[in-house]
Each structure stands twice: as structure tokens, then as C-alpha cells.
């Protein structure tokens, strides 16, 4: 059952300006904004931007005890509002409500593995810096110019594993592996009961959730899904 | 986004706690209901001519509460997802008992059966009232399964309000006919 756009609470709404923003790489940067003060979250939640008529969603990638927020996000070019992030000056003031969603962290005696493709890393970030640890982490990205967070997730996932699709003459992480996610959980991945997190690409989330009921029937899966 | 996620096409869906479950489970058949009724009151909304705006307006929270309804429904008991959900209480039901009044003061004694149906909007909340009444029975079968206390307190306020929506749906038919002019049609033996 989907509901997170139907029943988080009436979201307040909010004014914000850009404080700054740096490229991770060509194609993925990260904004930081002015975090208006009675503006609260979870870790793993996000925010809605209200720009004109286009509503776009974000993870918030910091904590709630930091003084202002960051949002990881892929440059879309054709797209309608990630080139308006993309170019908007340092300064420049948007609206958003929030907080949405309800992928948090929920703590059980199952153990997390955390599965994202690209900038669906975001709320695993945020989730991370709060201070949970000991989680199994995939990240699918193309190539490994895509591991932007790879030295911090290295030092709180028990289990970090990034998976690159993308087949070139790069050498691997030692303990990547090359191929998607989805064929890791299904050829390497013990199988077992767990508490499944699956944020990004909708394909990945469908792919891993049919994965599930056959190789890990009786775990739990929550899902954010970006698009 | 994209709205069909195909992790659905083997039978299985997610409850919003994360349980896989199989599409014909109790749960699913509860919160199915409720999505109907939901969008069948969308339809019953889309029929009041517009000056009727207070009517819609708390036809639409109706609709709102629906959602938590079909929240509570989609979560197993104790898990943490519940914990974030705001609860089904007396309060909700209340509301709709005060609905019921204000609209039944404008209404005659009600003698004998009626036949569902007068105006387009009055039917559509005829309709509404049979799919409440069918969310109440699953919800009562699934409180019926439920093991722990917890759950079974929230599942019979659920089933409180599903009773009293019912009711309200009922008389909200009666004052759609009532506000259009229409003189309900008696059922004749
Ligand atoms: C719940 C939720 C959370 C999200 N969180 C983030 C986030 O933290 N970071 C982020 O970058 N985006 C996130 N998104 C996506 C974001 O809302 C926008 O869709 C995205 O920034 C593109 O916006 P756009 O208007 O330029 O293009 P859109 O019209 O929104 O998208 C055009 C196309 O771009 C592709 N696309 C969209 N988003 C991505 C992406 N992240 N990576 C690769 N391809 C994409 C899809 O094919 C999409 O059809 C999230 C979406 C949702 C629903």
C-alpha cells in the first residue's frame, strides 16, 4: 500500500534561500539551504518544493540537529525543475513544505540492508549521519565516479557493498562487485529474514520486492520510490 | 512517476509495515474496501451541485479520515509504522454523529424500508452506505483474527466509525433527495 503523499499530516510550508552548492560529479550535485528554524524532520524523510506549478520531492541528506539542510540530487537536464537547482544563484529564495514520507529507521532484531541506485542513496545519508551503523549498504550506480559517499559509508555499514553496472576497464572496489543489485542479492547475498530499504530507481525497487518474496520470504520491505 | 510498479503482478502486495502479503489477505480486503468507499464519496462529492459547499467540505474530510482508516488497516499490529499514524478515536466518530442530527432535523419519521436511488447524488451515497457496510464486516472478521489488544481497540474504533459513517451515509442520502427536491420512494411489499 502506497500512502506516503496521501497521509503524512498536513505538511507546513516554508520559505528557504540557497546558501551553496558543489558538483559531486557531471551530473550529481548537492545544494545546502537555510534550514528555516521551526522546520523539523526524521532522518530518511523529505521535502516537497513548490515552484510555480511543479511540486518536485527531495531526501534531506543532513540530520535534524544540523543548522541548515542538504539535498544530493541528479541533474536531469531535460527535465523541468533539477536544471532550475541545477543553475538557480547562490541566494536565490524557494518554498517547500515537508517534512513527507515515512522512510525512517525502524529498529528490529532483522538486520537493515540498505539498497539504493543513485541518488536514492539520499536518505540513507541522512539515516547514516544520525548515527546508524551496522547496516548492509548496496549502492547501484554506474560507475564508480558515482560512489560519492563511499568514504562515510565505509565507517558505519557493517556490510558495504557498491554494485556497478556499468562493465569498463576500471578496476573495481575490492569489495564491489560488478553487475546490479539486484543480481547481487540473488547470487551473493545469504539468504535469511531481513528488514529491507529499497530508495531510488522504481525498477529496482519492483525487481528487489519479487526477489524478496522468493529469496527472503518473511523480511520486510519499505521503499522510497524517486521516479 | 511512474504508477504501475509491477511488483504487485504476482499476487503479492506490501503492507505500509513492510509484510508482504497475499492480495486476497483480510488486511487487503480491508483497506481495499475502504478505497472504494473513498472513491465512490469522489463520485458522491462530484454530484452535489456547487453551492452545496459546506456539504462537500465534510464529505472531503470524510474522505481525509478514510485515508487514516485505510492506514490503519495496512499496518500489522505493533509495529513501528503504527506509531506514526494519528489514531482513529471517538472524536471522528463523534463528528459524523453530529452530522447525522443537523441533517435528520430536516428529515420526516422514517416508517418503512426505502428504495435506494432519487437523486444521482442521493444514490451515490446509497452506494457509498452498501461499501461501508461491507469495509465494517471485513474490518469486523479481521478484529475477529487479531491477537493482540491493542489492535483489536483500534480495529473496533475503526469499526465504530465504519458503523457510524454508514448511518451518516444513510441519512445523507435521504437529505440529498431532501435538498433536490425529491421525495424518497418507499419500498411496497
Ligand atoms: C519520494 C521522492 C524522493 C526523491 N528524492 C530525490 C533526491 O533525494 N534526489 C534526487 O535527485 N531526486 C529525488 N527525487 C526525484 C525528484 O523529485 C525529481 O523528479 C528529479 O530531481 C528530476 O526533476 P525534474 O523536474 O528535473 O524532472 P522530472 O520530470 O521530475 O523527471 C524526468 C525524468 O528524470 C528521471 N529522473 C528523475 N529523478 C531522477 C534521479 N534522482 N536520478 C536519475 N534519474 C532521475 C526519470 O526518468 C524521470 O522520468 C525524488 C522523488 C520522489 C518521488
Redesign the pocket.
Given at each position: 500500500m502506497k500512502l506516503?503523499k496521501t497521509v503524512t499530516p498536513d505538511a507546513n510550508s516554508y520559505a528557504t534561500e540557497l546558501l551553496d552548492r558543489c558538483w559531486l560529479t557531471e551530473i550529481t550535485f548537492e545544494i545546502r539551504l537555510k534550514r528555516p528554524p521551526s522546520f523539523t524532520f526524521e532522518p530518511g524523510q523529505?521535502i516537497r518544493f513548490q515552484h510555480h506549478s511543479?511540486e518536485?520531492?527531495?531526501?534531506v541528506i543532513t540530520t535534524p540537529d544540523d543548522t541548515t539542510l542538504a539535498?544530493?540530487?541528479?541533474h536531469?537536464e531535460e527535465?523541468?525543475?533539477?536544471?532550475i537547482l541545477a543553475a538557480a544563484a547562490i541566494g536565490t529564495s524557494f518554498t517547500f513544505t515537508g517534512p513527507h514520507?515515512y522512510f525512517t529507521y525502524r529498529p528490529s532484531e532483522r538486520s537493515a540492508v540498505f539498497v539504493a541506485t543513485?541518488?536514492g542513496i539520499?536518505p540513507f545519508l541522512s539515516i547514516g549521519r544520525s548515527g546508524v551503523t551496522g547496516f548492509t549498504l548496496l549502492h547501484g550506480v554506474k560507475t564508480s565516479s558515482d560512489l560519492y559517499y563511499q568514504p562515510f559509508f565505509r565507517s558505519c555499514a557493517a556490510v558495504y557493498v557498491p554494485c556497478l553496472s556499468e562493465r569498463r576497464t576500471e578496476t573495481p572496489p575490492t569489495d564491489g562487485f560488478h553487475g546490479r543489485v539486484t543480481r547481487y542479492l540473488e547470487e551473493q547475498f545469504p539468504p535469511g529474514i531481513y528488514d529491507f530499504y529499497l530508495s531510488g530507481q522504481q525498477e529496482m525497487i519492483r525487481d528487489v520486492t519479487l526477489l524478496v518474496d522468493e529469496k527472503f520470504p518473511g523480511s520486510l520491505v519499505y521503499t522510497?520510490?524517486?521516479? | 512517476?511512474k504508477i504501475y510498479t509491477g511488483s504487485g503482478d504476482r499476487g503479492k502486495t506490501s503492507l505500509f509495515s513492510g509484510e508482504r502479503v497475499s492480495k486476497s489477505d483480510l488486511r487487503v480486503e480491508a483497506y481495499g474496501d475502504v478505497d472504494e468507499l473513498n472513491s465512490v464519496l469522489g463520485g458522491l462529492v462530484a454530484s452535489l451541485p456547487p453551492e452545496e459547499l459546506k456539504l462537500t467540505e465534510e464529505i472531503q474530510r470524510i474522505q481525509s479520515d478514510l485515508f487514516r482508516v485505510g492506514a490503519w488497516l495496512a499496518v500489522t499490529p505493533g509495529s513501528s509504522v503504527a506509531s506514526d499514524l494519528e489514531e482513529i478515536s471517538e472524536k471522528h466518530s463523534k463528528l459524523l454523529e453530529a452530522a447525522i442530527d443537523r441533517m435528520d432535523k430536516g428529515l420526516s419519521n422514517l416508517k418503512d424500508f426505502l428504495l435506494p436511488g432519487g437523486h444521482i447524488s442521493a444514490a451515490w451515497a446509497h452506494v457509498a452506505r452498501a461499501v461501508c457496510r461491507r469495509a465494517e464486516r471485513h474490518v469486523v472478521r479481521l478484529s475477529a483474527t487479531s491477537a493482540k489488544d491493542s489492535e483489536s481497540e483500534q480495529l473496533r474504533a475503526v469499526v465504530v466509525y465504519l458503523n457510524r459513517l454508514s448511518d451518516y451515509l444513510f441519512v445523507l442520502a435521504r437529505h440529498c433527495n431532501r435538498i433536490h427536491n425529491i421525495s424518497d420512494r418507499v419500498w411496497e411489499k
Open positions: 506516503s523529505r511543479i518536485r520531492d527531495y531526501s539535498l544530493c540530487i541528479y536531469v527535465g523541468p525543475f533539477s536544471p514520507g543513485g541518488t539520499a522510497e520510490s524517486f521516479y | 512517476m
